[in-house]
């Protein structure tokens, strides 16, 4: 056995991961071998007094650092999600604008859905022939129930509306096609198409928030913006990335064990 794989021995041993088979000729050599032996008790006292030793006070810091600080914002009586806390990210003035609209579109829209179920509820009072015109209508109340209920709960949150965004850009685009088809075809009014408005303009703000980074840049990876889409194509016959060479690196060797070997 030579020095170094002796000594690599006696550190493993010293730190409790030493291999049984090697005990025997690492003691057979380090009965041989003052070197080593004069290594092994360097290092046990090194050890010891690494693990023994007392942990010294931390250094204090200066009032010239301290004074060096930025001065804390001043908040502005926002509520505690909206602030920016442990591994959260801080909302920026527009972002805070952009989610109070939504959240005041979130609740007209939730109102407007209630008032067309108990609008029509009231005006067709004794009329049950022909079910399906009430179940759609309804169905389109609780439409509107549903989305109101989404713009508040993304404007009291401060991820990004990642989840909510292809449900009402495809609602929004079937939307769209059938209003223009009915106005053209004169089967709707345009006072009923204007009530769409709200739901376009909730549409756009989440666009805009969606699209907007968090102002941490400590948040979660999730939520940031990577200025470009997110999807990548991956095919089968792609050929995996060549692994380099393997080379062999001989161990450096110390003068003492460099003599004994020219001897």
């Given at each position: 056995m030579r020095c170094e794989e002796c000594r690599a021995a006696v550190s493993a041993r010293i730190d409790?991961?030493?291999?049984?088979?090697?005990?025997?000729?690492?003691?057979a050599h380090l009965h041989g071998c003052a070197a080593c032996r004069r290594w092994q008790d360097d290092a046990v006292l090194v050890t010891r007094l690494a693990r023994t030793g007392l942990v010294g006070p931390p250094p204090e810091v200066s009032e010239e650092l301290l004074a060096a600080l930025p001065l804390p914002r001043r908040r502005l009586g926002l509520p505690a999600r909206w602030r920016g806390g442990a591994g959260l990210p801080r909302l920026r003035g527009l972002d805070v604008l952009l989610r109070a609209a939504l959240g005041a579109l979130g609740?007209?829209?939730?109102f407007l859905g209630l008032a067309q179920v108990s609008g029509f509820t009231l005006t067709s009072t004794g009329a049950h022939h022909?079910?399906?015109?009430?179940?759609?209508?309804?169905?389109?109340?609780?439409?509107?129930?549903?989305?109101?209920?989404?713009f508040g709960w993304v404007a009291l949150r401060r991820s990004r509306p990642t989840g909510l965004m292809p449900v009402l850009t495809a609602f929004?685009?079937?939307?769209?096609?059938?209003?223009?088809?009915?106005?053209?075809?004169?089967?709707?009014?345009v006072t009923r198409l204007l009530s769409h408005g709200l739901l376009v303009a909730g549409y756009v703000i989440l666009a805009v928030l969606h699209r907007r980074e968090p102002a941490d840049p400590d948040s979660p990876p999730a939520e940031r913006g990577t200025g470009g889409s997110r999807w990548r194509a991956r095919f089968a016959d792609e050929a995996a990335p060549a692994r380099p060479p393997l080379r062999l690196v001989r161990r450096p060797v110390d003068g003492e064990a460099r003599s004994r070997r020219a001897a």
């Amino acid at each position: 056995m030579r020095c170094e794989e002796c000594r690599a021995a006696v550190s493993a041993r010293i730190d409790g991961e030493d291999d049984p088979g090697e005990r025997a000729p690492v003691d057979a050599h380090l009965h041989g071998c003052a070197a080593c032996r004069r290594w092994q008790d360097d290092a046990v006292l090194v050890t010891r007094l690494a693990r023994t030793g007392l942990v010294g006070p931390p250094p204090e810091v200066s009032e010239e650092l301290l004074a060096a600080l930025p001065l804390p914002r001043r908040r502005l009586g926002l509520p505690a999600r909206w602030r920016g806390g442990a591994g959260l990210p801080r909302l920026r003035g527009l972002d805070v604008l952009l989610r109070a609209a939504l959240g005041a579109l979130g609740v007209v829209q939730v109102f407007l859905g209630l008032a067309q179920v108990s609008g029509f509820t009231l005006t067709s009072t004794g009329a049950h022939h022909g079910g399906d015109p009430y179940h759609l209508w309804h169905e389109s109340a609780a439409w509107n129930v549903a989305i109101g209920a989404g713009f508040g709960w993304v404007a009291l949150r401060r991820s990004r509306p990642t989840g909510l965004m292809p449900v009402l850009t495809a609602f929004v685009a079937v939307l769209g096609l059938l209003s223009v088809n009915d106005l053209v075809t004169g089967t709707v009014g345009v006072t009923r198409l204007l009530s769409h408005g709200l739901l376009v303009a909730g549409y756009v703000i989440l666009a805009v928030l969606h699209r907007r980074e968090p102002a941490d840049p400590d948040s979660p990876p999730a939520e940031r913006g990577t200025g470009g889409s997110r999807w990548r194509a991956r095919f089968a016959d792609e050929a995996a990335p060549a692994r380099p060479p393997l080379r062999l690196v001989r161990r450096p060797v110390d003068g003492e064990a460099r003599s004994r070997r020219a001897a």
